[in-house]
C-alpha cells in the first residue's frame, strides 16, 4: 500500500519530467490545429473536467467516486476544484481498494444514481475487474433488463512515461470484447467533453480511456463543443482527414500521430485519409468500409500489443465484409512491440509506434518502400 500511495504522488512528476521535450513537441504541433480554426481552445485535462462539472450541475444523481478525486483534486487534476463545488457527498475519495469503491459504485447504479468511477490508471482497474466486467457489465441482462447500471470507469489507459511495465498497458481490446460494456477512446479535447457527456448520460456502463500523456494537450474547441449541451455520439468515428490514396484507422493518441503521418505523406503527393474511432464498442466499421472502398488500402494503429488487438479486430471484419474484395494491399497493422515495456528511457522510445513508423506503414501499403 505504501508503494501506491507513493505512485499516487510520484506518477505525475515523473512522467512529466520524462515527456517534458515530447510534451512541449506535441503542444507546438498540434497549435498549429487539427480541427477548424476556433477562438476557443482548452486542454484535455480542461475539458474532462468541464464535462464532469456540466453533467453534475444537470443531474444530482451524478456523483465521483475514486481515490484522491476530493482533497488532491486528482492525481491529474483532473477533478480539480469540484470538491469546493459539490461537496463531499459527491465527489468522494476512497482508500486504495479498487475492488472495494468499484463495487460499492456499481451498487450506486444499480439504485438509481449515476457513478463517475475514477481509477488512477487502469493497470490498478485490473484489481477491480471483476466487478467491472461481471457485476456492471452483465447484471443488466442477467436481470432479464430489470437492473440497469449507469456508470462510467474512467482514468488513464496506455503508456505514459517512465512507468515500466506493470503500468503501461492498453485495455482497450480487453473491455472491447465484453458484452454489455461500451468502450470509449477519445483523442482530443472535443472528443473527451463530448464523449464524456454521452457516457454519463447513457443508461450502459462505460470505460472511457483517457491518456496521461495528452491530459496538458491544448486543442481548439468549436462554439458548439463549448456549450453544455454538447454531446457526441458513442459508436461512431470521424473522418478527422479526408484522402483517396490509404485509410488511416486510429484511437486516442495514435491519431495525433496519424494525422501527423497524413501531413508528410501529403508532402509526396500522398492522399491520407485518417479516422478517429472515438468508440471501441460499439466498433464503427461502416466509416472504416466506405472509408476502404474509397481508398483500397488500410492501415491501423494503435499504442497496444500487437495479438489480439483492435486493429486485429478491425482486420477481421473487413477480411469478412464486401470492403476486403477492394483492397489492392495487405492490411498494414501498427502496434506496440509485443514485449514488457521497458523503463530503460531508450528501449521504451522503441517500443511505442510514433508519426515516422506510420508513414512507412502507409508507404508499404502503396507499395512505395522497401
Not at 74 to 90: I, S
Not at 111 to 128: D, H, K, S, V, Y
Not at 343 to 369: C, M, Q
Amino acid at each position: 500500500m505504501a508503494s501506491r500511495l507513493a505512485f499516487a504522488r510520484l506518477a505525475p512528476s515523473v512522467a512529466r519530467a520524462r515527456s517534458a521535450r515530447s510534451a512541449w513537441s506535441i503542444s507546438a504541433r498540434l497549435a498549429r490545429g487539427y480541427a477548424s480554426q476556433s477562438e476557443h481552445t482548452m486542454t484535455v485535462r480542461e475539458a474532462l473536467n468541464a464535462a464532469m462539472e456540466e453533467e453534475m450541475l444537470r443531474d444530482e444523481n451524478v456523483f465521483i467516486i475514486g481515490e484522491e478525486v476530493a482533497r488532491y483534486n486528482g492525481a491529474y487534476k483532473v477533478t480539480k476544484g469540484l470538491l469546493d463545488k459539490f461537496g463531499e457527498k459527491r465527489v468522494v475519495d476512497t482508500p486504495i481498494t479498487e475492488m472495494g469503491f468499484a463495487g460499492l459504485a456499481i451498487g450506486a447504479a444499480f439504485a438509481g444514481l449515476r457513478p463517475i468511477c475514477e481509477f488512477m490508471t487502469f493497470n490498478f482497474a485490473m484489481q477491480a475487474i471483476d466487478q467491472i466486467v461481471n457485476s456492471a457489465g452483465k447484471t443488466h441482462y442477467m436481470s432479464g433488463g430489470v437492473l440497469p447500471c449507469p456508470i462510467v470507469f474512467r482514468g488513464p489507459n496506455g503508456a505514459a512515461a517512465g512507468v515500466a511495465a506493470q503500468h503501461s498497458q492498453d485495455y482497450a481490446s480487453w473491455y472491447g470484447q465484453i458484452p454489455g460494456l461500451k468502450v470509449v477512446s477519445p483523442w482530443n479535447s472535443e472528443d473527451c467533453k463530448g464523449l464524456l457527456k454521452a457516457a454519463i448520460r447513457d443508461p450502459n456502463p462505460v470505460v472511457f480511456l483517457e491518456n496521461e500523456l495528452m491530459y496538458g494537450v491544448t486543442f481548439p474547441m468549436s462554439s458548439e463543443a463549448m456549450s453544455d449541451s454538447f454531446l457526441l455520439p458513442i459508436g461512431k468515428a470521424k473522418v478527422e482527414r479526408e484522402g483517396s490514396d490509404v485509410t488511416i484507422v486510429a484511437h486516442s493518441k495514435m491519431v495525433g500521430h496519424s494525422v501527423e503521418a497524413a501531413e508528410e505523406l501529403a508532402k509526396e503527393g500522398i492522399k491520407a485519409e485518417v479516422i478517429n474511432l472515438r468508440s471501441i464498442r460499439p466498433l464503427d466499421i461502416e466509416t472504416i468500409k466506405k472509408s476502404v472502398k474509397k481508398t483500397n488500402r488500410l492501415v491501423v494503429a494503435e499504442g497496444g500489443f500487437p495479438a489480439f488487438g483492435v486493429g486485429s479486430e478491425i482486420c477481421a471484419q473487413i477480411v469478412e465484409s464486401e470492403a476486403f474484395d477492394y483492397l489492392d494491399a495487405p492490411v498494414e497493422r501498427v502496434t506496440g512491440a509485443d514485449v514488457p515495456t521497458p523503463y530503460a528511457v531508450n528501449l521504451e522510445n522503441l517500443t511505442f509506434p510514433d508519426t515516422g513508423v506510420i508513414v512507412k506503414a502507409a508507404k508499404r501499403a502503396l507499395y512505395r518502400s522497401n
